[in-house]
């Protein structure tokens, strides 16, 4: 799992593989005054039209390291 993103209210975005289908998601973690739960996100779903939050723009800044070959 490698995180994403934190929000300054605490809301957290990873990006993890899902162990049952193999595929990649956006998992969010609310934060605790909002109960804490966690949410996996299909990816396509969280990139989908008219998202450009920061924590959209983190995985975008992500997959253009990872296009220009410079993902650890």
């Not at 934190?6 to 990873?14: A, E, P, R």
């Not at 193999?22 to 996996?40: L, P």
């Amino acid at each position: 799992m490698r995180e994403l993103y934190v929000s300054s209210n605490g809301d957290c975005w990873h990006l993890k593989a899902d162990e049952a289908t193999g595929h990649v998601v956006v998992c969010h973690t609310a934060n605790m005054a909002s109960g804490g739960s966690v949410t996996d996100i299909p990816l396509a779903t969280f990139l989908g039209a008219g998202r450009d939050g920061p924590e959209h723009q983190a995985l975008w800044g992500l997959l253009r390291s990872v296009a220009e070959g410079d993902a650890q």
